[in-house]
């Protein structure tokens, strides 16, 4: 783990190094900002899969609602139906989670690395780094002791917190309108019976983007410019990428 842990940041400060003139001092905040670009991009072609996936099984909405009447006091029979549904049509009701998952490695080795004070028994060089004086293996909490909430290093923070606000809001504006547009998500089963959380899912639905800002005030800077880079990565990926979708469909989509 070490050796890997000792490439991982050879590569950052590789890419610092290559970033640094013209970034200066900023140049491993870069450096982060290049990698996370660079997992996205590696990701984007499951992304775009997963983008297809979910057309698809939009389109399908109305084969799984007549199953649902036929099957729905049968949950064995309505599973396997749904599967050999899905089989026929060569979609994978699991397509849309794999860009998620594959870029959790990243974000984990990217905050082990800015967490550890040492790596392969040497200091860890990269903890000194900084972006406009806030040190990019510190958190928030760190930046409020050296200064409070409006000095040098705090205000860094909340000009990330400024970005994922404002992603937030669109993704926000974007799914209320998408929600809006769509049929009423149904609440009940075939059967009469409530569904378990879908109201509270629908209802909640808006506000998850929000939730990223509780992320970036814990996290080590560096894993929090991750966290920031990746966000706003995945607003515009998703509008393009899903923008001629029905509402309901998207809807679903920026909530995966």
């Known amino acids: 783990m070490s050796v890997f842990m000792s490439a991982f940041a050879g590569l950052v400060g590789s890419f610092a190094d290559l970033l640094q003139p013209l970034f200066q001092g900023a140049a491993t905040a870069a450096a982060i900002v290049l990698f996370t ?6 990701v984007h072609p499951l992304s775009r899969a997963a983008a297809r996936g979910q057309k698809a099984r939009t ?3 109305p084969q799984i609602a007549e199953l649902r009447k036929k099957h729905g006091k049968n949950p064995e029979r309505m599973q396997k139906a749904l599967m050999e549904l899905h089989k026929e049509e060569k979609v994978s009701p699991l397509s849309g989670c794999l860009p998620s998952l594959l870029q959790m490695p990243a974000f984990f080795l990217l905050y082990h690395l800015f967490s550890s004070q040492k790596i392969g028994g040497d200091p860890n060089a990269l903890l000194g780094h900084e ?10 909490h760190d930046a409020l002791a050296h200064g409070g909430l409006l000095g040098a290093q705090s205000v860094v923070y909340l000009g ?6 404002t992603v937030a809001t669109f993704n926000y504006r974007r799914t209320k309108r998408q929600l ?13 019976q409530p569904m378990p959380g879908m109201g509270a899912m629908t209802k909640l639905m808006p506000l998850m983007s929000f939730f990223t800002l509780v992320s970036v005030a814990y996290v080590p800077l560096a894993a929090a410019l991750y966290i920031v880079t990746s966000t706003t990565w995945t607003a ?7 923008r001629d979708m029905p509402a309901a469909g998207a809807a679903m989509a920026t909530a995966a």
Do not use: H, M, N, S
């Open 236 to 242: 515009v990926e998703r509008t393009v990428l899903y």
């Open 180 to 192: 809006a547009a769509a049929p009423a998500t149904p609440t009940t089963g075939p059967d009469g």
């Open 37 to 42: 670009a660079l997992v996205r991009l590696a």
């Open 160 to 165: 990330l917190f400024a970005i994922v606000a």
């Open 59 to 61: 389109k399908l909405q």
């Open 131 to 140: 972006l406009f004086g806030a040190p990019l293996g510190e958190r928030w």
